[in-house]
C-alpha cells in the first residue's frame, strides 16, 4: 500500500508542477535560512572535550586591583600570573595539571630551498597532551623529566610534520629553530580543536598550534609572550624576570580532577595558597579561586556571539513563514481535490487511508525541499563567508557536516509533515456525501 | 439484504434545518433491481448516500446484511463499503489523473489484492463494459458514455453485493443511456443487488420493483401515478 502511497504522491506532484515548486522552494529557503546559523552555532558551541568535560577544569585566581576587578561585576583574571602557575604546577596537588602560553619561533626547515618561516608555539608542559586526548601518531608526548630539565624537545602536529618531514615519522629526528636543534619526539594526529578550548583569550577559532614544546625551555630562554597579556600594576623594570615577577596575567592553567572530592580538596587548596600569599602582602581582593569546565569556560569567554541567537530566532520565525506559506499552499491543493478524496472514500478507502496517502506525499515534499534546503544552506553559508572573509577563521565555522546535512533533511520532513497535518486532517474530513452531491 | 426502518435524516445549518428524509422505511431483497423515483429534493440521493455509508443517518435503523450499521466506526464502514457496496454517479466519475486501468485498480487497491488479482479483476471487467482495448487512455480522451461504463467496470470489481447507482444516466444520450442499462440489467441477472435513482419513467421499466420516494419518504402506488400526481402539484 506504502508504493501506491508513493505513486499517488509522484502523480499528483507531476498533476500540480507549479504548486509543489512553491512548497519545495518555501520549505528549502526557510531551511536554508535556519541550517546557515544553526551549523555557525553549532560549531561556535562545539566542545571538543566534551568527554572529559566533568574532570577537567580551567583555573582562576583574583590577585588583581583592589579597587577595581578584572570584569565586571566580580569576575577574576582570566589567565594566571607566572608567579601563581609556577607554584601551583610545582605543588603538584591534581591528578593531572597543566600550564601553558602562546610564543613564536623562527623555524628553519632542513632543506636548501625552503625559506625560514616565523611560527605560533604552544610552550605546555607534558600532561597537557593526556589531560586534553590529543591523538598521537608517531611517538607521544615528553616526560616528566624533559620538563624538568629544559629538553630541548619538540611534538609537531600533522600537518606541520607533513610541511617539515613530507609526512614520514620524524621521531628523532631533528629540528632547527632560532638556530638551535630540537629533536622531535611525538607527531600528532589530525587534531582540530574548535573552538580552541584551552586558550580561549586569543581567537578561539585560530585552531591549535603547530609545535609544541616544554614550559619550562620558553621560560629559561625568555621567550615572549604571542598571546593575551593584562596588568594590572607596572612592573618593576622592563626584564623578563621582572614580568615573570609581576602580577601579570598570560598563561593558561588547567587541572584534571577525577571526582567531585578531588575538586573540592583542589579548591581548597587553592584557597589556601591564596590566603598564604595574602600574608605575604598579594591578591588584595577577596577570595574569589575558580575551577571552570570547559563548557563553563566558554560560556564565560562568550565564545558564541550573542548576535548569533538574535540570528537564529531571525531564522526560526523566517521558517515558520516559510511553513505558513506551504500550509497555505497544501490547503489550496486539497480544497482543489475535494472530488478525488470524495470519489475514494465512496470506493472504500478509511479515514486513515487517506491520512497515509496525504503524509507520505507531503514527505515526499518534505525530502525535496531538505534536499533543496542542503543547496540553500550552502549557498547561505557562502554568503556568510563572503560577508566575514576577512576573518580567516570563518572558513571553520562555514563547514558543513553529514551532522547538518541529515538534520536539514529531518527538520524539512518534519517541517513539511508539520505543515501538512492541518490540510490533510481537512482532507481526510472531506463530506464525500456534500462533494458528490449533484445540485 | 438492505433494510431501513424510520431512517430520518437532517442537515443543520444556522438559519435553516432540512429534514431530507423523514422516517424513511425500506427492505431490499438479495438480487433485486429497484429503481428510485420521485421529484427533485425528495431525498433520493441522500437515501442512496445513506445506505452507501457514505452519511450517518439522524435517527432510526439500518441493516445491512443483518448487521447493525449506524454504530461502526469509520474503519469498519469503509471496509464493508469497499468489499460490499459498488457506487455510480451522475458525474465526477473518474480521477482525471489516472488512466483507465489505474481508475477501475482504486477500490481494489484498498480491499488489499495483490497485483496479479488486481490485474485479473480489472481485465475482466473492462472486457465486459467492452473497454479492454481502452486501459491505457485517460478519462478525457473517452466519451461520457465510455466514462460511466469504465465507471461501471470499477463499481463491479471487487464483486460487490449491492450496486448503488445515482441517475447514472442522467449525463448521456439515449443510446448511450441505453446501452450502460443493458450492462445494469446482465449485472443485475448475474445476481447483484441494484438500487438506481432515476427521474426517466423510461427506465422504470427496466426494474423488476419501483418506489417513489416524497418527501423524504417512500410512498407507495404505481409511479405512473405519482408523476401524475407530482406534475399536477
Ligand atoms: N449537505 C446538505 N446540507 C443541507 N441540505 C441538504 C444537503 N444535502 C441535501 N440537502 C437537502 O436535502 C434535500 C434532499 O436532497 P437530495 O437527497 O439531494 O434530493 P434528490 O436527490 O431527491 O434531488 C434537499 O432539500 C436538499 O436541498
Ligand atoms: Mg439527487
Known amino acids: 500500500m506504502i508504493r501506491y502511497y508513493f505513486k499517488l504522491g509522484i502523480l499528483s506532484i507531476r498533476a500540480n508542477p507549479a504548486l509543489t515548486a512553491l512548497m519545495v522552494a518555501a520549505i528549502a529557503i526557510g531551511i536554508g535560512a535556519c541550517m546557515s546559523i544553526v551549523t555557525v552555532r553549532h560549531v561556535m558551541s562545539n566542545n571538543p572535550v566534551a568527554h572529559k568535560n566533568d574532570v577537567l577544569f580551567h583555573v582562576q585566581l583574583d590577585n588583581w586591583n583592589p579597587d577595581d576587578p578584572f570584569d565586571e561585576p566580580n569576575e577574576p583574571p582570566s589567565q594566571v600570573t607566572y608567579l601563581d602557575a609556577s607554584a601551583l604546577y610545582q605543588a603538584d596537588r591534581a591528578y593531572r595539571q597543566t600550564i601553558s602560553f602562546k610564543t613564536s619561533r623562527v623555524v628553519l626547515p632542513d632543506s636548501e630551498d625552503a625559506k625560514p618561516f616565523q611560527e605560533l608555539i604552544r610552550a605546555t608542559t607534558t600532561d597537557f597532551f593526556a589531560m586534553f586526548d590529543i ?8 616526560d616528566d623529566a624533559a620538563d624538568r630539565t629544559e629538553e630541548h624537545v619538540v611534538v609537531l602536529s600533522s600537518e606541520m610534520n ?15 629553530m632560532n638556530k638551535e636543534p630540537y629533536r622531535v619526539v611525538g607527531v600528532l594526529s589530525e587534531w582540530l580543536p574548535m573552538p580552541k578550548f584551552y586558550d580561549l583569550n586569543n581567537n578561539p577559532y585560530e585552531g591549535a598550534e603547530d609545535i609544541f614544546l616544554p614550559f619550562s625551555l620558553a621560560i629559561s630562554g625568555e621567550w615572549g609572550n604571542a598571546g593575551n597579556n593584562n596588568c594590572w600594576k607596572p612592573t618593576e623594570d622592563g626584564t623578563f624576570a621582572a614580568y615573570l615577577a609581576s602580577e601579570c596575567v598570560w598563561i593558561q592553567m588547567w587541572v584534571e580532577l577525577r571526582d567531585t572530592s578531588e575538586k573540592s580538596a583542589y579548591l581548597q587548596f587553592l584557597n589556601d595558597y591564596v590566603e598564604e600569599q595574602k600574608t605575604l602582602g598579594r591578591f588584595p581582593r577577596a577570595l574569589n579561586n ?6 563553563e569556560w566558554m560560556v564565560n569567554r562568550e565564545v558564541i556571539d550573542d548576535s548569533i541567537g538574535v540570528l537564529l530566532s531571525l531564522a526560526v520565525l523566517f521558517l515558520v513563514v516559510c511553513l505558513l506559506n506551504t500550509i497555505g499552499l ?39 525541499g531538505g534536499l533543496a534546503g542542503i543547496g540553500m544552506t550552502w549557498l547561505g553559508l557562502r554568503g556568510i563567508e563572503n560577508v566575514f572573509a576577512e576573518y580567516d577563521f570563518i572558513a571553520y565555522l562555514v563547514a558543513m557536516d553529514w551532522a547538518m546535512v541529515l538534520g536539514a533533511v529531518a527538520l524539512a520532513i518534519a517541517s513539511a509533515l508539520g505543515a501538512a497535518l492541518y490540510p490533510t486532517w481537512r482532507a481526510c474530513n472531506v463530506s464525500p456525501a456534500t462533494t458528490l452531491r449533484i445540485q | 439484504m438492505l433494510k431501513m426502518s424510520k431512517v430520518s435524516k437532517t442537515y443543520r445549518t444556522d438559519t435553516v434545518e432540512t429534514h431530507a428524509l423523514r422516517e424513511f422505511s425500506l427492505t431490499v431483497d438479495e438480487g433485486e433491481f429497484v429503481s428510485v423515483t420521485g421529484p427533485s429534493g425528495s431525498g433520493k440521493t ?9 452519511e450517518e443517518l439522524t435517527s432510526g435503523s439500518y441493516e445491512l446484511d443483518g448487521r447493525d450499521i449506524s454504530k461502526l466506526g469509520d474503519k469498519e464502514r469503509s471496509r464493508i463499503r469497499n468489499e460490499k457496496i459498488g457506487f455510480i454517479f451522475q458525474s465526477f466519475n473518474l480521477i482525471p489523473e489516472l488512466d483507465v486501468f489505474d481508475n477501475v485498480d482504486v477500490p481494489l487497491r484498498y480491499r488489499g489484492f495483490d497485483a496479479r488479482e488486481r490485474k485479473r479483476r480489472i481485465g475482466n471487467c473492462l472486457e465486459m463494459v467492452g473497454l479492454a482495448s481502452r486501459m491505457k487512455h485517460y478519462p478525457a480522451q473517452l466519451s461520457g458514455g465510455q466514462q460511466q461504463r469504465v465507471a461501471i467496470a470499477r463499481a463491479v470489481a471487487g464483486e460487490p453485493r449491492f450496486l448503488l447507482a ?47 420516494v416524497k418527501d423524504g419518504h417512500v410512498s407507495d402506488g404505481p409511479p405512473e401515478l405519482h408523476f401524475a400526481a407530482s406534475a399536477i402539484a
Open chain 1, 135 to 142: 591523538p598521537f601518531k608517531y611517538g607521544g608526548a615528553w
Open chain 1, 162 to 176: 607533513q610541511r617539515l618531514f613530507g609526512g614520514v615519522d620524524s621521531v628523532g629526528r631533528m629540528l632547527t
Open chain 1, 290 to 295: 575558580r575551577l571552570s569546565t570547559p563548557a
Open chain 1, 330 to 368: 497544501l490547503l489550496a491543493k486539497v480544497m482543489r481535490r475535494t472530488n478525488d478524496i470524495s470519489l475514494r472514500r465512496a470506493l472504500g478507502a478509511s479515514k486513515s487511508a487517506l491520512f497515509a496517502q496525504y503524509i507520505i506525499e507531503a514527505g515526499m515534499v518534505g525530502v525535496a
Open chain 2, 46 to 54: 441522500t437515501f442512496l448516500n445513506i445506505a452507501g455509508m457514505l
Open chain 2, 166 to 212: 445515482d441517475e447514472p444516466t442522467g449525463n448521456l444520450d439515449t443510446q448511450m443511456a441505453d446501452s450502460v442499462l443493458n450492462l445494469l440489467t446482465d449485472i443485475n441477472k448475474s445476481g447483484t443487488t441494484i438500487i438506481m435513482v432515476t427521474h426517466e419513467l423510461s427506465l422504470v421499466d427496466r426494474a423488476r420493483r419501483n418506489i417513489f
